[in-house]
């Protein structure tokens, strides 16, 4: 890693660009939980965008935040982390491309509705200057981000001239996690916990430069992990701890009549994983106990309606609940249990006040474009009336 960094560091003051300063957009929870801490703590000066002036404003005020690591054993559970300046991407747009001039790397953590927002800014800047030795880490929940923001950069383009400068722009996909909850406007303090993963995909981006962001391989299979051992079961508890009466995360995580439920479900998805990535069974196993106690820490009271969200479109063949059933069936494992659980999931988070026909009818509409999709509907359907 050392020598990849000088590398790295050899290659800014070359091209005469700031190496230690990085432009970060989005100082929600997980911007200042996670992407800005690992940024700060690897060396780097982090100017802050957000449209959010008045958080703004106490930031400058303070020159950064305190980020408190609940369940840190070492006593050293609270850090302060500073920054150079926070700015709003509209209001101090000339302030902002200045600093988009000078910077080398930006990093995102916006939502995926708000990244054509930083795409426009970047092309307005980066669009005019060598696209060489620039990056873009986008720290975003999303599958293949590096191909939807490097499109997004191209739509931006307002000439060919400049379409072709922003496409030598690195932007690799990534993978990033870290439980962290915000209590603004009570303060701008951010509640998280030790572990992180924030990687990019080695194949576009070799070295990055930042210490605690590496580049890894095969980050296919580990988003893959993460996404069904983590997402998709924090989802799925949430929302049928929701439909129990719970309020938090932890909660669900920890209830034993919620993870019985779930098990012959998690159970499928491990097999995916194996079958689809060549994942190790152990290793697994090891991220599934990981994932849990992580989600049990009462350290981080995070609400379940802020989880527990978006039902029918988490619902979709390529996402989360659905997509590994299909990838199963291909392989010709039995999904039985697999639809006996979506059964119970869509009955308790959406069922309320509607029958089984009507569910039937909304994951027709759902699934029934594909061949695997209607026979996934077919053995739910069966089992929303048990």
Known sequence: MEQQITTFVET??????????????????LGRGMVVPLLFESGYEVVVLDTNEELNRELNREGGYRLKLSDDQSGDGEREIRIREALSPVADR????????????VTTSVRRENLVHVARALA????????????????????NVGSLFRSLL?????????????????????????ICTANWPEG?????????????????????????????????????????LLNTYADAISFLAKGEGKTYLFEAARSDDINRMIEP??????????????????ELQEWRS???????????????????RNLWAKLDLNERFAWPLIKLQEHGVDIGEGAKFLAKLVRTAD????????????????????????????LVSERLGE
């Open 188 to 228: 701008t303090n951010v509640v998280a916990e030790t572990f992180h993963e924030c990687s990019v995909d080695a194949n576009e981006a070799p070295q990055t430069g930042i210490t605690l962001i590496p580049s890894v391989a095969r980050i296919e299979r580990d988003f893959a992990r993460k996404r069904l």
């Open 12 to 29: 800014e003051r070359a091209s005469g660009m700031n190496l230690k300063t990085i432009v970060h957009f989005g100082a929600g929870a």
């Open 94 to 105: 000339d302030r902002v491309a200045e600093y988009l001039k000078s910077a080398n790397v």
């Open 124 to 143: 307005e800047t980066w669009g005019e200057l060598d696209g060489e030795n620039r990056m873009v880490i986008c720290c975003e929940n999303i599958e």
């Open 351 to 378: 069922g309320e006040g509607q029958s089984a026909a009507e569910l039937q009818a909304k994951l027709e509409g759902l699934w029934g474009t594909t061949p695997a999709g209607r026979k996934l509907c077919e």
């Open 154 to 178: 191209v739509e931006a383009a307002a000439s060919e001239e400049q379409s072709a400068r922003l496409r030598r722009i690195a932007v690799p996909d990534t993978i990033v996690d870290r």
């Open 290 to 308: 990981k994932y849990k106690s992580r989600l049990s820490n009462s350290g981080i009271p995070r609400e379940l309606d802020t989880v527990a």
């Open 265 to 282: 479900y998690m159970a499928l998805l491990q097999e995916m994983l194996k079958l689809e990535y060549d994942c190790d069974s152990s």
